[in-house]
T-cell receptor, first 116, second 112 residues
Framework: ETGVTQSPTHLIKTRGQQVTLRCSSQ?????VSWYQQALGQGPQFIFQ???????GRGNFPPRFSGLQFPNYSSELNVNALELDDSALYLC???????????????FGPGTRLTVL | GESVGLHLPTLSVQEGDNSIINCAYS??????FIWYKQESGKGPQFIID?????DKRQGQRVTVLLNKTVKHLSLQIAATQPGDSAVYFC???????????FGSGTRLLVRP
């Protein structure tokens, strides 16, 4: 186990709703990255949070947003859910020192989101 | 554009045999490559990594080989066990970036 935890494990929503997913980073890590993994595909980078700010973003629309808290935990918020948002959402924590990644990213178990 | 891909979507091996999973990448500027194992219903699990200034790295029963000339990465698993059955992803990283770029994965099936 990596020490990265996510909640909830499963979630069912309907189109147009909003969802918040949560992630606690591994002890000693200060950076959280979020990925979306569609069935049968590799994870796709959504964004990264470092020093409580977004530190980079993939090709996802603004209705995907996030937060990082002083304890380095993070939230992923998705507004106006669409059917294609159904996926496994993964967070990964890592350590950034002086703006340079010093370690690989360690993943949590994911949250399975189903949009009906 | 940059991409990380895999040659074989599914690999079936006999228990006890060695497995080789291959990966091609296109970004010659990548600094770092990682292999992850993902079991059903779980997040990707770190297996082994290698920096671009190396060509081989060994772990416990696993070896990663990097051939920068042909932009090829491979994961070798010795004495494959049933517990090795999973989907394996290679991923690449550049130090100036902040994100991992994943391939689509190879499913490893271990026959008893």
């Amino acid at each position: 186990e990596t020490g990265v935890t996510q909640s909830p494990t499963h979630l069912i929503k309907t189109r147009g709703q909003q969802v918040t997913l949560r992630c606690s980073s591994q002890s000693g890590h200060n950076t959280v990255s979020w990925y979306q993994q569609a069935l049968g595909q590799g994870p796709q980078f959504i964004f990264q949070y470092y020093r409580e700010e977004e530190n980079g973003r993939g090709n996802f629309p603004p209705r995907f947003s996030g937060l990082q808290f002083p304890n380095y935990s993070s939230e992923l918020n998705v507004n106006a859910l669409e059917l294609d948002d159904s996926a496994l959402y993964l967070c990964a924590s890592s350590l950034v020192w002086r703006d340079v990644s010093t370690d690989t990213q360690y993943f949590g178990p994911g949250t399975r989101l189903t949009v009906l | 554009g940059e991409s990380v891909g895999l040659h074989l979507p599914t690999l079936s091996v006999q228990e006890g045999d060695n497995s080789i999973i291959n990966c091609a990448y296109s970004n010659s500027a990548s600094d770092y490559f990682i292999w992850y194992k993902q079991e059903s219903g779980k997040g990707p699990q770190f297996i082994i990594d290698i920096r671009s200034n190396m060509d081989k790295r060994q772990g416990q029963r696993v070896t990663v080989l990097l051939n920068k000339t042909v932009k090829h990465l491979s994961l070798q698993i010795a004495a494959t066990q049933p517990g090795d059955s999973a989907v394996y992803f290679c991923a690449e990283w550049t130090d100036s970036s902040y994100k991992l770029i994943f391939g689509s994965g190879t499913r490893l099936l271990v026959r008893p």
